[in-house]
């Protein structure tokens, strides 16, 4: 049985329905159907039960996704040990977020596009979490700060950010001395994210209204600039105003707790050299990008450590 039959069997089932699993493959529907069809076929079993909302695996398509992904994967760490060392061929789909992506790490997948011609790169920009299992990702690139799960993650650098506000805000609204001070004030959010700040030996967390909200920072930037209220985002996307003076930091008297920034992928004994390539080439750039030299650009690079999906994040 070919091998890209029981992979695009394999994308569907986990993608739930034909569509999905052409959008992973990134290939045509019909193909995927007629892929279907045939394994199905030649099998002599029903493996999905499909439906306008999409497809259900059967009893027997449960049994046969398990050993399908198994073989899948094999092939996959057969594929990669057999390759010339330096050679990276297949696909990579990663999901980045949009604001930062766009900007500090799209140079970075181009880079690795012209390196390895025959590796092909799939990336989705976007502020929403994904989860990068269900929808066929092999990584994410997270910013914030992660919990306990089973996903594995490496953190290539760190996500320096600064509460600001423009001159005209603070002119009308005056300035929070004190976290708990936030609360009262307009603050520009991405949805129910929590602010932390440390205050001497604990970290104070703050759940701010959000009278302005958006999905997007650039956007919850250009809010700042126009003084609709305070804002807590990345410090690489606010370098510019605060030289101009266009914002200025507040409330510097409580620092901002430590996040990061993160490639996370699937959990599994297989570490794939694709993301391995991926994640290297991250940490070089990131720590030209903000200015950082030896360990402190590498900070926790070699240990692979389980996080969960955050649900608060600067970008998705």
């Known amino acids: ?20 699993g052409a959008l992973r493959l990134g290939i045509s529907k ?5 892929r279907l069809a045939r394994i199905e076929a030649e099998l002599g079993v029903q493996l999905l039960a499909r439906s306008t ?22 092939m996959d760490i057969a594929r990669e040990t057999m390759l010339p060392a330096g050679d990276l061929h297949g696909r990579l789909r990663i ?6 992506g766009s900007t500090h790490l799209a140079p970075v997948f181009a880079e690795m596009s012209r390196r390895y011609p025959d590796l092909h790169i799939h990336t989705c920009y976007s502020e929403h979490l994904v989860d990068i299992i269900s929808e066929g990702f092999d990584c994410a690139i997270r910013l914030g700060h992660l ?10 650098g760190p996500l320096n950010r600064k509460l600001v506000a423009s001159p005209e805000y603070i002119e009308v609204h005056g300035v929070p001395e004190t976290p708990y001070e936030l609360l009262t004030h307009r603050a520009l959010m991405q949805g129910t994210e929590s602010w932390q700040f440390v205050d001497g030996a604990k970290v104070v967390k703050i ?11 650039t956007a919850l930037v250009a809010a700042a600039l126009a003084a609709v209220g305070i804002a807590y985002l990345p410090e690489v996307l606010l370098q510019e105003h605060l030289a101009s003076g266009a914002l200025v930091p507040v409330m510097t008297n409580y620092p901002i707790h430590d996040s990061g920034i993160f490639v996370v992928r699937p ?5 794939s050299r694709k993301v ?22 590498t900070t926790e690079p070699r240990r692979a450590i389980r996080f969960a999906p955050p649900r608060a994040l600067v970008n998705g």
Do not use: W
Not at 1 to 20: C, P, W, Y
Not at 289 to 295: C, E, P, S, V
């Open 267 to 271: 959990p599994g004994k297989h570490h």
């Open 147 to 156: 919990t306990d799960s089973n996903l594995i993650a490496r953190r290539i």
């Open 276 to 297: 391995k390539v991926l994640t290297e080439m991250l940490i070089e750039r990131i720590g030209k990008d903000l200015h950082l030299t030896g360990d402190e650009a």
């Open 207 to 217: 759940r701010p209204q959000g009278q302005f909200k958006a999905d997007n920072c």
């Open 53 to 74: 909302r999409g497809a259900a695996l059967t009893e027997a398509g449960a049994t046969f996704r398990y050993h399908a992904a198994r073989v899948c994967a094999e």
């Open 1 to 20: 049985m070919d091998i890209e039959v029981l992979r695009t069997f394999v994308e569907v089932a986990d993608g739930g329905g034909v569509s999905a």
């Open 95 to 100: 999901a980045a977020p949009l604001s930062f």
């Open 30 to 34: 019909s193909i995927v159907s007629r």
